[in-house]
């Protein structure tokens, strides 16, 4: 019995201390009221039929938890928190993902197979709004409509201060395409090797022309590099023919006076461009001079028209610095012609004003410049 007792107590007393380490009562061998090992069993293990909120309670950390309860459908991944719930569909739609979702028309490049011209424009570059509610169609652009939108560069009409040379060409005219945009084609770089707008040629490029098809019996035609005209020195028989249609003043010819010669359309007296003098005022000048060569004796002829002062301001023409005739006054467009021996010539045609006095449009022009057989050098 003494045995028995002992072994009960060392089994027993530990588990009291660790079940109620408050309790300093002490507690007799023949106690048996709750400190059995049934007894203490039971205390330390859950009454599988208490109440669960009970349970629930005494396991809980803290009254947040015990009384949230969290929507698995609202939740979202840490790194998508901009977006936004389509409580509609449940889909979380992000503007800038490229991906359309929800109620999204657009995103980035995503452009759910929309256009310009399915959104009523002629062309252009389509766009998303950058909160991917609308199309951006500031690209977008309507030719014709004289608007000149960001996708064009002009209407019609080129804008006044931009030509060949403010976009980096040379010479030339810049014109408004059909498609609103500039067309170069007529403006050219002397020096590229590709024959363009208003050069005769460059390098190697006659643009497809020969001293025949220039009019000339023989020869072989040539290119002035530096200038990028033509070089017939090598050409023969025929003639030599200029009508300015280039727009520029070509490069077998120089100008002089005070201010020189130019070529474009204001007022031609042929074709869609003449030369004529510079702006010049009282007691000035304006030239236009080329050389010539004839292997035999011929003619140069030219048209010429004016509106000057009747008796003082006039248009002359020479040969080898020798005046041959002047014109004067409001003339119509007509032909003159002059002999010239075989050899090599100089021609002027000179605008001469005198003191005073404007009259008319104060210009005179030429045009259809014609050397037969002669040869520009």
């Known amino acids: 019995m003494t045995l028995n007792y002992r072994a009960l107590l060392a089994l027993s007393l530990p ?23 049934a007894d203490s069993t039971t205390v330390s293990t859950p009454d599988p039929s208490a109440d669960s909120t009970s349970s629930s309670t005494s396991t809980s950390t803290g009254p947040s938890e015990s009384s949230t309860t969290i929507d698995p459908s609202s939740t979202t991944d840490p790194g998508t928190s901009t977006g936004t719930d389509d409580s509609t569909t449940g889909v979380i739609q992000i503007c800038g993902n490229n991906i359309i979702e929800g109620d999204e028309v657009c995103d980035l490049n995503q452009l759910n ?15 998303c709004s950058l909160t991917c509610d609308s199309y951006n169609v500031l690209g977008c652009f309507i030719c014709g409509n004289d608007i000149v939108d960001l996708a064009e560069d002009c209407e019609g009409e080129v804008p006044e201060g931009t030509t060949c040379e403010t976009l980096g060409f040379q010479a030339g ?36 022309q020969t001293c025949m098809s220039l009019g000339f019996d023989a020869g072989i035609l040539d290119c002035n590099i530096p200038q ?15 009508d300015f249609e280039a727009g520029v003043v070509p490069g077998e010819f120089s100008v002089g006076g005070t201010v020189g010669f130019e070529v474009d359309g ?33 003619d140069i002829s030219f048209l010429h028209s004016e509106s000057t002062e009747g008796c003082c301001d006039h248009l002359e023409f020479y040969i080898d610095g020798i005046m ?35 009259s008319g449009s104060d210009t005179v022009w030429v045009d259809d410049i014609s050397m037969i057989p002669g040869v520009p050098i």
Request: glycine residues 14%; contains cysteine; negative net charge.
């Open 15 to 37: 588990i009291t201390l660790t079940g109620c380490p408050g309790d300093d009562t002490t507690q007799g061998p023949d106690d048996d009221s709750s400190t059995s090992m």
């Open 113 to 127: 197979g929309e256009t310009c011209v399915s959104q009523g424009a002629q062309g252009g570059l389509l766009g």
């Open 173 to 208: 005219t810049v014109t408004c395409g059909a498609d609103c945009l500039y067309d170069t084609s007529d403006c050219s770089i002397c020096g590229d090797g590709v024959q363009a707008g208003p050069e005769d040629c460059d390098g190697i490029d006659l643009g497809g």
């Open 228 to 242: 990028c005209a033509f070089d017939f020195s090598d050409c023969s028989g025929g003639m030599y023919f200029q």
């Open 266 to 298: 204001t007022n031609a007296i042929a074709g869609a461009f003449s030369a004529h003098n510079g702006n010049i005022t009282h007691n000035q000048t304006s030239s236009l001079l080329i050389s010539g060569n004839f292997p035999v004796a011929g």
């Open 324 to 358: 041959q005739t002047q014109w004067s006054g409001n003339n119509m467009p007509a032909m003159a012609s002059f002999p010239v021996a075989a050899g090599s010539h100089d021609f002027e045609w000179r605008y001469d004003k005198d003191l005073s006095i404007d």
